[in-house]
């Protein structure tokens, strides 16, 4: 590892492996910090992802696949169930990741590109120059070295402390952090290639069930639950624990994991003097679903992009990286999580029985595509006192 680089990369997920790559191409020397002993492992993901949205980074590649989805059903609290079928398939339906290969995979093409790679790598503070951020203390083989770095990409994932450390406010309310539990469960009969979501406040308080097919009968079965529900004797994995009990009885849990997700507003700006945050650790999922795998590869590639320019320009302060944050702000992706920020707020809101009439009135559709835009135009369309509503919340919450 050597002392100086053009810019460390602190974090191996994907959006740390977009950003080492990226940048690695555009000629910078870079180099790229994971704290775990292996990339990819443990997986805390359910690891759906869009075919489309992936496709904007790479042609998928059947060994980091491992299933194709072609359709999904939302359960609602009544029972009542809303298919969408092969032919709306849009963004929200593709692959189910293998993310032990998958995560591996980016940052292989990372090393590739000429990025240094170290695991069992930790930051453990940033370095500071006149207010800048100029690098981290890095944990590695049992010494503890400072690297300095033009630039610092904060990939640091959902528990990020980097950004932290600088001196920015990177808290999650609770409420708006789902606090997640799943099995990858075996023995199960399920449909191989359509995922499913639960809803319901005796299901999985402001948050949801899904099941995501991993083979013919084994799939990654889990829950998301706001963190102001969750309790003793009422956590994620109760709830989780209750519905794997009620519909597969004879499922075999052969993997649990527990995580998180925060499903609130992005950070306020996510670049400093010297800093750029990405990812999970800009808190970029999406507030709706969760999902934050495309997000955190888009957000990784804009960086390392946007780095290398201001490194070549001599000019690595706040106002030149700002163009990163702009760029994802006016991104496609950024404007569907102010959307649906407040589309999130308020269908927590909503009690079973709203629920239900809502899931009801989309029940017999046809959506030209399925993906969540589509659904909360056609939901507003059948319910047109939800635009209100949605407007109303959208004055109060911004
Ligand atoms: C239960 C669950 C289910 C999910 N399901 C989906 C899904 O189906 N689809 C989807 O799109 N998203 C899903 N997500 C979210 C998705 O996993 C994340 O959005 C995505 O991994 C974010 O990528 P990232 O690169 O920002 O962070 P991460 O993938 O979390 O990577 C961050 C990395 O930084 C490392 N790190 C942290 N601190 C340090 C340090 N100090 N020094 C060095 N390294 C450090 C970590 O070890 C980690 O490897 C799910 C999340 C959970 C918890």
Known sequence: ??????????????????AAKTAALAGCSVCLIEKRPAIGVPVRCAEGVGEELLREFCEPDPKWI????????????????????????????????????????????????GADVFVKARAVDAIMQRGAVAGAKVEYGGVQRDVRAKVVIA???????????????????????????QYVLSNIDIDPHKTVFYLGTEIAPEGYVWIFPKGERTANVGIGISGRK????????????????????????????IGGVSVCKPLESTVADGLIIVGDAARVSDPITGGGIYNAMLTGKLAG????????????????????????????????IARNHAVKEFFITLDDRKLNDLLSSVKNINLDEFSTLT?????????????????????IIS
């Open 1 to 18: 590892m050597k002392q100086e680089y053009d810019i460390l990369v602190i974090g191996g997920g994907p959006g740390g492996a977009l």
């Open 66 to 113: 491992s299933a194709k989805i072609d359709g999904a059903r939302i359960v609602a609290p009544d029972g009542t169930t809303l298919d969408l079928k092969p032919e709306m398939a849009g963004n929200e339906v593709g692959f189910i990741l293998d993310r032990k290969v998958f995560d591996r995979e980016l940052v292989w093409q990372a090393a590739e590109a």
């Open 155 to 181: 990939a640091d994932g959902v528990e990020s402390k980097f950004a932290r450390w600088c001196g920015i406010d990177t808290t999650v309310p609770m409420r708006e952090l789902e606090t997640c539990a």
């Open 230 to 257: 969750s309790g003793d004797g009422h956590r994620a994995r109760d709830y989780l624990d209750a519905f794997v009990r009620d519909r597969f009885p004879g499922g075999k849990k052969t993997e649990l994991i």
């Open 305 to 336: 992009q946007v780095a290398a320019e201001c490194i070549a320009a001599g000019d690595t302060r706040k106002a030149a990286l700002a163009k990163y944050d702009l760029l994802w702000r006016e991104s496609r992706m950024g404007k569907a």
């Open 375 to 395: 659904l909360i135009k056609e939901l507003i369309k059948r319910n047109p006192r939800l635009l209100l509503e949605l407007r109303t919340l959208q004055k």
